[in-house]
């Protein structure tokens, strides 16, 4: 009761404001408002190769090879309240919207079947393992997390997957300094990953979801799925939350 009454209390003496920065408070234990939902863009689905429309975001027959993605999925447009709440989460530590926002995302793929119909087999037929783009380990220490690593959790809590991984696993390690890929074009973000990561010591599983907050060009994404298809990994669909437009 006293826990009841003091949460009331905090909350309205500091409501949860809204991430889209327009003054409106959020409803209780969430971080975006009912308007800024409406305005949550959602991305038509590409091809993670050659980066053209592809509607399930299976990878092209004419783009698919061994080292490449089998598909790719992104949720929403990195623009507006997406944006905003994606930087909250990676800059400002407001890890607890990960689970607002895969459970949006859920909602987002559950509502448009045909259009994620093949993810969502894979991802429930397929029993893969849910992995993630490992950070450096001075950058985490760092920040204290990986989003991407949080966002892998949230959807393996969601699958609830049986196999012997039943939490997101990490693949991956980190072997190469790389600067920030925000400020670099294209090539170069290619150049800087580069030979960037390198397996686990773990034996590696057939199908993997390698999850990521943002995908801008997909250098990052494209390099770790090589090095997990080197490893042994047959099948590899990219999750990222939000996509650049
Ligand atoms: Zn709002
Ligand atoms: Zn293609």
Redesign the pocket.
């Known amino acids: 009761m006293f826990q009841k009454i003091k949460s009331v209390v905090l909350d309205m003496l500091f409501p949860a404001m809204c991430v889209g920065e327009h003054g409106f408070v959020a409803p209780e234990g969430r971080y975006i408002c009912e308007q800024c939902s409406l305005y949550m863009g959602e991305a038509a689905l590409m091809?993670p190769?050659?980066?053209?429309s592809?509607f399930t975001g299976k990878?092209?027959k004419?783009?698919s090879g061994r080292y490449v993605l089998d598909g790719l999925v992104n949720i929403w447009e990195y623009e507006g309240v997406v944006k905003k709440l994606l930087n909250a989460i990676k800059y400002n530590s407001v890890t607890h919207a990960t689970q607002e926002v895969t459970h949006k995302a859920f909602g987002v793929m559950t509502e448009d079947t045909k259009r994620f119909e093949l993810f969502l087999e894979f991802l429930l037929t397929r029993d893969p393992v849910i992995s993630y783009v490992p950070m450096a380990k001075r950058h985490e220490r760092k920040r204290g997390y990986n989003q991407a690593r949080v966002f892998a959790e949230q959807l393996a809590g969601f699958v609830r997957t049986s196999n012997r991984f039943s939490k997101a696993t990490s693949l991956l390690k980190k072997v190469k300094n790389t600067v920030s890929q925000t400020k670099l074009k294209k090539e170069e973000r290619l150049l800087n990953v580069r030979d960037a990561f390198a397996p686990n010591d773990i034996v590696m599983p057939k199908h993997v979801v390698l999850v990521d907050d943002v995908w801008t060009t997909g250098a990052t994404m494209k390099e770790c799925c090589k090095t997990l298809k080197k490893a042994g990994v047959k099948e590899v669909w990219g999750f990222a939350i939000a996509r650049t437009p």
């Open positions: 091809c190769v050659c980066g053209q592809s990878t092209h004419n783009c």
